[in-house]
């Protein structure tokens, strides 16, 4: 659920709720939103990339080592 979308400004959980729902619409929670997904994104992406590094660094298992 993208705070940009359509489905976030149609919430059904938010629309019961005016208090939130007013929360919700601030473009500074939808801002909050938006920068958590992003640092949650690259985040992932640096993990992905270290986890990559260590493969390529590791021998392969199973090889003739004596």
Do not use: C, D, K, Q
Not at 1 to 18: D, L, Q, T
Not at 44 to 64: D, F, H, K, T, Y
Request: proline share 8%; glycine share 12%.
């Amino acid at each position: 659920m993208a705070p940009w979308s359509a489905f976030w400004e149609h919430n059904r959980f938010a629309e019961a709720r005016p208090a939130l729902e007013a929360v919700l619409n601030s473009p500074y929670a939808r801002g909050g939103v938006t920068g958590v997904g992003v640092v949650t994104a690259l985040a992932g992406l640096a993990e992905l990339g270290a986890v990559i590094a260590r493969r390529r660094r590791l021998p392969p298992e199973g090889g003739s080592e004596a």
